[in-house]
């Protein structure tokens, strides 16, 4: 998640803190609203190893063929 926080820094100019509370709002949102088998799944992702990673098990999460 690191990897994230740091990207929304950079992205839109605000501290790496302010960053980390916008990325933990979104998750948390998100955790929310998906159906419990993917929002277990969601902490998993972000630990992943990039965005690679993220991407391609976001893809499996929402059935795309990898």
Request: a positive charge; proline letters at 5%; charged letters at 25%.
């Amino acid at each position: 998640m690191d990897e994230l926080i740091k990207l929304v820094s950079k992205k839109i100019g605000v501290s790496e803190a302010q960053a980390k509370q916008a990325v933990d709002t979104v998750v948390d949102f998100l955790k929310k609203k998906l159906p419990a088998p993917i929002a277990s799944q969601i902490d998993g992702i972000l630990a992943g190893s990039g965005p690679a990673a993220a991407a391609q098990a976001l893809g499996g999460l929402l059935g795309k063929k990898k």
